[in-house]
Every structure is written in C-alpha cells, then in structure tokens.
T-cell receptor, first 115, second 114 residues
Framework: GAVVSQHPSRVICKSGTSVKIECRSLDFQATTMFWYRQFPKQSLMLMATSNEGSKATYEQGVEKDKFLINHASLTLSTLTVTSAHPEDSSFYIC???????????FGDGTRLSIL | GESVGLHLPTLSVQEGDNSIINCAYSNSASDYFIWYKQESGKGPQFIIDIRSNMDKRQGQRVTVLLNKTVKHLSLQIAATQPGDSAVYFCAENAGGTSYGKLTFGQGTILTVHP
C-alpha cells in the first residue's frame, strides 16, 4: 500500500486562486520531505526541501513567496501555490523517507490546472 | 531549468524479451542511486537501489549495474511484461543517505508490445 499520501490528486481553479497541496507519510515519521514539479514528458525537478519545525530550503530559481511550504508535524508537509497563474499549471509531487536508510517514497502527485 | 521540446528516449520491446535501460550521471560524488518507475498520472514507484560500494544488485526480475568509472547506471528487466510499460528514471544522491536530495535523470519511456 501507499506509504506517502498526497491530496488532492487534481485541482482546477481560476487564475489568482491560492491552492494548498498536502503530503502525508502514512506509517513513518518524516523529518524531511521533498517537493517536485514535473512538466509533461519531462523529468522531476526538485523545488524545495521541507524540514519539520524549520524553514524550507528552496532550490535556485524557485520563489519561496510563491510556493509556501509548511512542515508542521512529522507526518505532514503542505505546499501552497499562492495567487496561481496558468504558468503554474503542472504536476506537483512530494516524497519522504524515514531516517533509517529506506528509499524515498513518492505520493501520487497533484495535477494543478489554472484557467 | 526545464528544457523546452525535450523528447524522452524510448525503448520498445516484445513481451518476454529482456530490457536494458541506461542512465549516465554527472556527479562523481554521487554514492547512492535509485531506479523509479512512473506510470501515467502517478508518482514514481521505487524499483531498486544501489550504493557506490557495489557494482551489481539484483531484485525480482530486475538487476541494477553501476559503473563508477564511466558514471553509468543500467536497469535490466528480465522477461518484460506489458505491465512494465512506463517511464523509468534513475536518480542519484551525493550524500550517501537514502533520505537526502535526489537528482533525477531525464527518463526513458519503455513500451512493451504483447
């Protein structure tokens, strides 16, 4: 079964709306989670590292005020796309791993479509 | 950043054949590698991993080979089945930990014909 759950799986909304995506580790505690963005027929690009209890670490070129990350507990990280515009339309995926040498597991992604 | 107009490499095989998917990595400091399978509309699914102190690791129907000299990784799938059709990504980590940042390769589309 899935060890990382992501919600919602699909969002369609108007330009200017803020959208929150949740990522939960189901049967382990994750001090670190990762958020990726994937365009059609392309690879995953890391956006940021979400750290429980502290600020997220963003990759170069990713606007932290645009993509707000909150990691309030050991099982939940959220990504909020603020004032979303059509160019923010993409597939957003999170991953997590427990710190016991287990591989990272991914959520099933959120398809975001901004009209 | 993203590459506009990028076309993923493709591999087409017949059901029952063996498949070999290749990946070149760039960071000589990378010491942990993973292969993921991604089906349409889903997140990547773990297949197999390998650390840099090994050059081969086997799983169920899959084998990963690592050549650190030429920075090359391959995934071999035995007796490929239609359900193996997906995009396959290699990923690398330079920190030696399974929970650290991963850098993904461009991916290969595998199509298995019945």
């Amino acid at each position: 079964g899935a060890v990382v759950s992501q919600h919602p799986s699909r969002v369609i909304c108007k330009s200017g709306t803020s959208v929150k995506i949740e990522c939960r580790s189901l049967d382990f505690q994750a001090t670190t989670m990762f958020w990726y963005r994937q365009f059609p027929k392309q690879s995953l690009m890391l956006m940021a590292t979400s750290n429980e209890g502290s600020k997220a670490t963003y990759e170069q070129g990713v606007e932290k005020d645009k993509f707000l990350i909150n990691h309030a507990s050991l099982t939940l990280s959220t990504l909020t796309v603020t004032s979303a515009h059509p160019e923010d339309s993409s597939f957003y995926i999170c991953s997590a791993s427990s710190r016991d040498n287990q591989p990272q597991h991914f959520g099933d992604g959120t398809r975001l479509s901004i009209l | 950043g993203e590459s506009v107009g990028l076309h993923l490499p493709t591999l087409s095989v017949q059901e029952g054949d063996n498949s070999i998917i290749n990946c070149a990595y760039s960071n000589s400091a990378s010491d942990y590698f993973i292969w993921y399978k991604q089906e349409s509309g889903k997140g990547p699914q773990f297949i197999i991993d390998i650390r840099s102190n090994m050059d081969k690791r086997q799983g169920q129907r899959v084998t990963v080979l690592l050549n650190k000299t030429v920075k090359h990784l391959s995934l071999q799938i035995a007796a490929t089945q239609p359900g193996d059709s997906a995009v396959y990504f290699c990923a690398e980590n330079a920190g030696g930990t399974s929970y650290g940042k991963l850098t993904f390769g461009q991916g290969t589309i595998l199509t298995v014909h019945p």
